[in-house]
């Protein structure tokens, strides 16, 4: 029983990261029918913001260092301004372009902040000591659960009803969902097309800070290609939950996530190490049954 | 009519790949007249009504807003300045209820207060959007949805509202119902009005001018009390003393 609920504590603070992931990739995708891959560099770059460049093994701490409000928002700062960089870079040229040109226009991107990264840092990875007394455990009802993981479930629910209210409250947010849904229309109505895209690439940035500090804080460790095993979680996550449905992207993280820390804890101990293949196995299975995702999207098949 | 005009295009052109969509088309629009541009499936109209709110780009040729050259600027930035386009096929946010709909309109001009009072004059005018007001605009009828899309424009505060093809897929008791408001939105608000109709019909009865278009090129133009009804349905079926059942509606 105590197993049972460790592992769920474990499977809803997983499942919370990977919905904030597949939210952003949502959020773009409902959008421009982009299927931004870069998002997972993003993440890895939120990671490193906390640091100066270095050869060591040990990181040399800079922003990661400060209190708690500057640092959240210089790390929000940094990736946002990445993200809508990136937009005023390569896709505002590609505005016209098919759903296909504009993923393989994030791949290369992908490649090219990894790459950077690689450049600047190194390609090791290094042991980042980030707000360390989180992982201090409390005791609830006989168990025993690091306080990291509550604080990851709070956030992510903080950062969910914030982007919930947004989106229904404020007018920017119903001109996003107006923009999701008919693109063409919402121009028509004086919808500014540029404003609302780089909107969306700007909360991209903020959903990949808030999940670059959540990984550091508990894995201690950052690395280049930290954001790219991610993403990929992320990303199945949005097509489980159905593609361009917002509320699909946070069901689907948690699904995987509840997926993924389950067999990691009841696989019989020598499969257990082949848990990512059980992950995928599953999710094929489950797009055979049904290919749409949780949330069937309208716009989706008319648009397509 | 000595009013001044509130749009002038001037040989557009419009190519889709390697078809010409609307060939050459000028005609100009007075204020505070109704349009009609009438024609056959395939015609070019929508074309030619896209191409001047900026949704396509022309390939040649010039629009002219209020004396404003407005060719190859974006929807949004035409929309700003008073042209408000209802494409065909009606276009209502299908998830959004009806006052998300409606607030979309105004959310361009930033006046919140003025916003209110915009939708609550606009559902006197519209009793019918009032009793569904929160519900989603996809559970609308299709006559509810088209009344929705004009209220919609009529929130951006328009001073002139392309229409195209409003007849589309409506019963005819709607159809009425339709026209009836264009009538009464140029008399009462002076609201300049350019509609493309297929049902051309319907439009006859209240346009001022019309141009007919027929394989992307403007065939006939004038004012509609000057033409004679043999002369239109030549222009818009192409042969001339083609006369059916169809061609007698189109100008009855």
């Not at chain 1, 201090?136 to 025993?144: F, H, L, N, S, T």
């Not at chain 1, 990851?152 to 409250?169: E, P």
């Not at chain 1, 991209?204 to 550091?216: C, D, E, K, P, T």
């Not at chain 2, 509609?224 to 059942?245: D, K, M, P």
Request: aromatic content about 8%; charged content about 15%; proline content about 3%.
């Amino acid at each position: 029983m105590t197993l049972f609920l460790q592992t769920l504590v474990d499977a809803i603070s997983l499942g919370s990261l990977y919905a904030l992931i597949a939210l952003s990739i949502g959020l773009l995708f409902g959008i421009l029918r982009l299927i931004n891959f870069a998002h997972g560099d993003f993440i890895t770059l939120g990671a490193y913001a906390l640091l100066l460049p270095s050869a060591s093994t040990v990181a040399v701490v800079f922003i990661g260092g400060w209190p708690l409000v500057p640092l959240i928002f210089s790390v929000c700062l940094i990736v946002v301004a990445v993200a809508v960089l990136c937009d005023r870079i390569v896709f505002k040229h590609l505005r016209l372009a098919s759903p296909p040109t504009l993923l393989i226009a994030s791949f290369a991107l992908s490649y090219v902040i990894q790459n950077l990264i690689l450049i600047v840092y190194g390609a090791r990875s290094v042991s980042v000591d980030l707000w360390s007394s989180l992982t201090r455990a409390v005791d609830i009802g006989g168990m025993r659960v690091p306080l990291l993981q509550l604080v990851l479930v709070a956030a992510t629910i903080v950062l969910l009803i914030g982007l919930v209210l947004f989106l229904q409250k404020t007018r920017f947010g119903i001109q996003m969902r107006a923009a999701s849904e008919d693109f063409a229309m919402a121009r028509y109505l004086g919808v500014k097309a540029d404003f609302v895209i780089g909107l969306a690439f700007a909360i991209s940035g903020i959903l990949a800070a808030a999940v670059s500090l959540l990984v550091v804080a508990q894995a201690g460790v950052v690395s280049p290609t930290m954001g790219a095993s991610l993403l990929i979680f992320g990303f199945i996550s949005t097509v489980i939950g159905g593609m361009g449905s917002l509320s699909g992207s946070v069901v689907g993280g948690l699904v995987v996530g509840i997926a993924s820390s389950f067999m990691q804890a009841y696989l019989p101990p020598d499969v257990r190490t082949f848990r990512d293949a059980f992950v995928f196995g599953f999710v094929i299975i489950f797009l055979l049954i049904r290919p749409s995702g949780i949330v069937k999207v309208k716009a989706l098949e008319e648009r397509i | 009519m000595l009013q001044p005009l509130i749009l002038e295009v001037n040989g557009l052109s419009v190519m889709y790949g390697r078809l010409k969509a609307a060939r050459d088309v000028s005609f100009a629009v007075a204020r505070g007249s109704i349009v009609a541009i009438i024609g056959p499936n395939g015609a070019g109209k929508s074309t030619t009504l896209t191409a001047i709110a900026g949704g396509i780009k022309a390939s040649a040729g010039a629009v002219k807003f209020n004396g404003e050259n407005i060719t190859g600027a974006p929807p949004e930035a035409i929309a700003v300045k008073g042209l408000s386009f209802v494409p065909e096929a009606r276009h209502v946010f299908a998830s959004m209820t009806v006052e998300e709909n409606l607030l979309l309109g105004s959310f361009m001009r930033g006046d919140k207060a003025r916003a209110e009072a915009d939708i609550a004059q606009v559902l006197q005018r519209f009793p019918r959007l009032k009793s569904r007001f929160h519900e989603a605009g996809g559970k609308l009828s299709g006559g509810e949805q088209q009344m929705l899309v004009i209220a919609r424009a009529l929130m951006t505060r328009p001073t002139l509202l392309l229409m195209d093809e409003p007849s589309l897929g409506l019963a005819p008791k709607v159809v009425d119902e339709v026209y009836e408001l264009l009538g009464s939105l140029r008399t009462s608000e002076g609201l300049t009005i350019l509609i493309n109709e297929q049902n051309s019909r319907r439009v006859l009865k209240v346009a001022d001018e019309l141009h007919v278009l027929r394989e992307g090129r403007i065939q006939l133009s004038g004012m509609r009390n000057q033409l004679h009804e043999a002369t239109i349905s030549q222009a818009y079926f192409g042969i001339a003393g083609f006369v059916n059942a169809e061609a007698e509606q189109a100008t009855r």
